[in-house]
């Protein structure tokens, strides 16, 4: 079996819960003057995830809402580090998490081009090279010399799409990508993205479209609370989501009897 390209070794991460972060100083204070303070709790997000993905694998993660699938690819990418255990990762990786989120709201978005781009590998002359084709996909062409900040969110999503998807990755990293824009912007993504489906590049892809994953991808990993609940062929893993919310859905309706 060829050497892994991520590998993830009883990973587990534990974050503080939300609550927590809405206390300020004051309201601490006085939570604790009246007995009311409660001692911080962590919730495990991941649990004891152990899985290796090999160089030009396409592998889907499904799951439901909170199941800790955007976490799990900010772990493999190095953005969250795991409270304990091991990733180790082999390649360029390129994020496609929150699209837009590294612009500099006040430069312009040529300037953003060649900076993002600078950031995910490539150099500055290949990137200035590269402004025209990202304008253009991005649909954008009008706006290469206004700021960032004047651009609404989907159309820095656009630009963001436009550009990581515009260099050449080791391991392309995917979280709900396909939602982006109008139908005939997600078709071009698609399209987009097919290259990379013909091409040895590791994809791990996060998506809520399960009929993608099961066309598309190799392999599925079913996470649900954290931990891994299935791990294999993609139509057999989604075949199985799809029951167990099926069976989920049958007991709610028979506890309203």
């Not at 300020?24 to 004891?48: M, P, W, Y």
């Not at 060649?114 to 200035?128: A, E, F, P, W």
């Not at 206004?146 to 990755?169: C, E, H, N, W, Y």
Request: hydrophobic share 45%; charged share 25%; net charge negative.
């Amino acid at each position: 079996m060829p050497d892994p390209v991520v590998a993830l070794r009883n990973v587990s991460l534990e974050r503080w819960m939300r609550d927590e972060y809405a206390y300020d100083l004051k309201n601490q204070i006085f939570s604790i003057l009246e007995g009311r303070h409660q001692k911080q709790t962590r919730k495990a997000v991941l649990s004891e995830i152990d899985l290796e993905i090999t160089r030009g694998e396409k592998v889907g993660v499904i799951g439901p809402n909170g199941a800790g699938k955007s976490t799990l690819l900010k772990t493999i990418c190095g953005i969250l580090y795991p409270t304990r255990g091991e990733v180790s990762t082999a390649g360029n990786i390129v994020p496609l998490l929150e699209l837009g989120a590294g612009f500099d709201p006040d430069l312009p978005v040529v300037e953003n081009i060649i900076l993002y781009g600078v950031l995910l590998g490539s150099s500055r002359k290949v990137m200035i090279e590269k402004v025209p084709g990202v304008l253009e996909f991005a649909e954008l062409q009008n706006y290469g010399s206004v700021p960032v900040k004047v651009l609404s969110s989907g159309m820095a999503a656009r630009l963001g799409f436009a550009i990581a998807t515009d260099v050449q990755p080791d391991i392309l990293i995917l979280d709900e990508v396909l939602s982006i824009g109008d139908e005939h912007f997600k078709q071009k993504c698609r399209r987009r993205l097919d290259r990379f489906w013909q091409e040895h590049v590791t994809v791990v892809i996060v998506s809520h479209e399960l009929e993608f994953i099961r066309q598309a991808c190799d392999r599925a990993i079913w996470l649900e609370n954290g931990r891994v609940a299935f791990d294999g062929p993609a139509r057999e893993a989604v075949a199985r989501y799809l029951s167990a919310i099926e069976r989920q859905a049958m007991e709610a309706i028979a506890s309203l009897r």
